[in-house]
Structures are given as C-alpha cells and as structure tokens.
C-alpha cells in the first residue's frame, strides 16, 4: 500500500518551455503533497506544500510563479515549471501524507528535468 | 548549526555486518522518526517510522530514538549488497502540517 507514482520519469525540453509533472497517490487519499528537488549527493529540499482545494505554501526562496503547483483531487497534484532554464534541470520528487493522520510521507519515483 | 545533523559518509561495510546509522537534532519537538533509504535516482523508501522514544524492529532492521539525548539511530542486522543506497533520516513535529526535516543522508555501501 501507499503507492505514489510520477509522469513523466525523465523529461528533456528546451529553454523558455514548460513542463508540468503529474503526482498521483494510487491507493490511498492525500490531503497534502509535497514537492522537493534534489541535487546529485545532496538531500532533499523541500519546495511547496500542497494541500488538496487550496494554494500551495511555497518555502522561502521558491518562486511561485516559476513552479506552478495544482492540487486538484485527493490523489492528484501537478508541478509546472514554467519557463525553464538549464539552471532548473534536476531531480524533482513529490510525496504524499496519509489523509487521516499520521506523519509520514511516501515519495513517488521521482523526475529527472533537463532543460537544454 | 542544522537541525538534523547525520554523517555523510561515505560508510563500506562487507557484507554480512552489522550497520549503524546515526542522526542528532536540536529541535526538542521532535516527536515522530523515520528512516528512508534512497537509490540512486529514485525517490525515498519508508524504511522505519517511530513514534517518540524506544526501539522497533522490522526483519533485519532495528531503529532506536533517544529523545533525551536527542539522537536516533538504524541498524542493518546481516548487511547485504543490496543494501547499499542513501540512508536518510527525517522528524517531524506533532502539529507541524508532517512537514519532515531530513538529515543529509549517509552513503553506504555494502561490499562482497
């Protein structure tokens, strides 16, 4: 159980393009998600907060209208990058926390983004 | 100083040992303890969660929270190649929307 899965797995685009990354919890309801990056040899950075039918709460640092996040359903949050750059090329990874308590997150398999 | 501190490593083991992995905080709110193991280029595994002081096991895998000496700990009882990854360990605090503050990971790898 707590399955997260991600689309795409692998993206490459090109400079000033969007791309939008799906998040989808596949057996369990999730009232909150997260999104993280996460540079090679390094940890987790936590980007936004997604709570299902309001905004996202972006971490300090993290430019809203640069990575615009939706969280339409219970088991459903997107990440759009909007305009990307090659500095935006990384590793980008959304988990999900159980809608009835508990505080654990389970991750989805992660996206590598590259922007040419 | 971080608020979760944790060695990166990394840590060569052969395989067959006995693995301890370690994390400290600063935050005394702390309340609930997990321990993720990463792939390269794969997103986090849920390895061990606890919930404030004591020990769980699971298999080979025993974790341990010291909340007075703030300091928790995993152990890979029997390590196998195929435990070699990322180990991360994360807390969070009651009430805190279980936003999770994660260590830096330590590297191991478990040797024929």
């Known amino acids: 159980g707590a399955v997260v899965s991600q689309h795409p797995s692998w993206v490459i685009c090109k400079s000033g393009t969007s791309v939008k990354i799906e998040c989808r919890s596949l057996d369990f309801q999730a009232t909150t998600m997260f999104w993280y990056r996460q540079f090679p040899k390094q940890s987790l950075m936590l980007m936004a907060t997604s709570n299902e039918g309001s905004k996202a709460t972006y971490e300090q640092g993290v430019e809203k209208d640069k990575f615009l996040i939706n969280h339409a359903s219970l088991t459903l949050s997107t990440l759009t990058v909007t305009s990307a750059h090659p500095e935006d090329s990384s590793f980008y990874i959304c988990?999900?926390?159980?809608?009835?308590?508990?505080?654990?997150?389970?991750f989805g398999p992660g996206t590598r983004l590259t922007v040419l | 100083q971080k608020e979760v501190e944790q060695d990166p490593g990394p840590l060569s083991v052969p395989e067959g040992a006995i693995v301890s992995l370690n994390c400290t905080y600063s935050?005394?709110?702390?309340?609930?303890f997990m321990w993720y193991r990463q792939y390269s280029r794969k997103g986090p595994e849920l390895l061990m969660y606890t919930y404030s002081s004591g020990n769980k096991e699971d298999g080979r895998f025993t974790a341990q929270v010291d909340k007075s000496s703030k300091y928790i700990s995993l152990f890979i009882r029997d390590s196998q190649p195929s435990d070699s990854a990322t180990y991360l360990c994360?807390?969070?605090?009651?009430?805190?929307?279980?936003?999770?503050?994660f260590g830096t990971g330590t590297q191991l790898k478990v040797e024929l």
């Open positions: 988990s999900a926390s159980l809608a009835l308590g508990g505080h654990t997150q389970y």
């Open positions: 994360a807390m969070s605090v009651a009430g805190g929307g279980n936003k999770l503050t």
């Open positions: 935050n005394s709110a702390f309340q609930y």
